[in-house]
């Protein structure tokens, strides 16, 4: 069975500094998508960026990008000039090819004034 | 285009009653999937559903029950309902192999 492990339950960090956020994961499988949510306050989950696995290249979304190393099953998030309204909890996802989406337990993150 | 929409966004129930509750997806996305969040569990897959078919189904009681329309509308009902039932229901709507987009949220409390 498929499993995603964020090891950071909590951090924060200062305003404008960049934070990486880490998630592994476990699969037998060799196509299949890996996703970061965030979770503000609101409740709403948002997505933030997404990774095909066949894709070799780092994905990147403005101040947001990943470092995936398929073969140590490690899929970490960089935020880069970090801002408040970057404050939330945030969500490692896997995704196979039935379209099933496995979460981790999220990493909460605050952004410090 | 309008995102996932969820309603009621609040519910207050007592045990032993049943609920339901309503997702509409993104125009044009036939997949529809249910989570449940809880600050113990975290986010937690209750079933997909896509065509109006129930494709994936996650480990949870029979109480616990979905359909899907023809217009990909999707309904969740929960019956004989539990304290530890309360909890944010999540619906998420893709196309097909695409991201899930999620709408806002049920809160469901369970007196």
């Known amino acids: 069975a498929q499993t995603v492990t964020q090891s950071q339950p909590e951090m924060s960090v200062q305003e404008a500094e960049t934070v990486t956020l880490s998630c592994t994961y476990d699969t037998s499988e060799n196509n299949y998508y890996l996703f970061w949510y965030k979770q503000p306050p609101s409740r709403q989950m948002i997505l933030v960026i997404r990774q095909e696995a066949y894709k070799q290249q780092n994905a990147t979304e403005n101040r947001f990008s990943v470092n995936f190393q398929k073969a140590a099953k490690s899929f970490s998030l960089k935020i880069s000039d970090s801002q408040l309204g970057d404050t939330a909890m945030y969500f490692c996802?896997?995704?196979?090819?039935?379209?099933?989406?496995?979460f981790g337990k999220g990493t909460r993150l605050h952004i410090l004034p | 285009k309008a995102g996932v929409t969820q309603t009621p966004r609040y519910l207050i129930k007592t045990r032993g009653q049943q609920v339901t509750l309503s997702c509409s997806p993104i125009s044009g996305h036939r997949s529809v999937s249910w989570y449940q969040q809880t600050p113990g569990q975290g986010l937690q897959f209750l079933f997909e559903?896509?065509?109006?078919?129930?494709?994936n189904k996650g480990n949870f009681p029979g109480r616990f029950s979905g359909r899907q329309f023809s217009n990909s509308r999707s309904e969740m009902n929960v019956s004989t309902l539990e304290l530890g039932d309360s909890a944010l229901y999540l619906c998420?709507?893709?196309?097909?192999?695409?991201?899930?987009?999620f709408g806002p949220g049920t809160r469901l409390t369970v007196l």
């Open positions: 559903y896509f065509s109006e078919t129930q494709r």
């Open positions: 996802a896997f995704m196979n090819r039935d379209d099933k989406i496995i």
């Open positions: 998420a709507s893709s196309g097909l192999g695409d991201t899930q987009y």
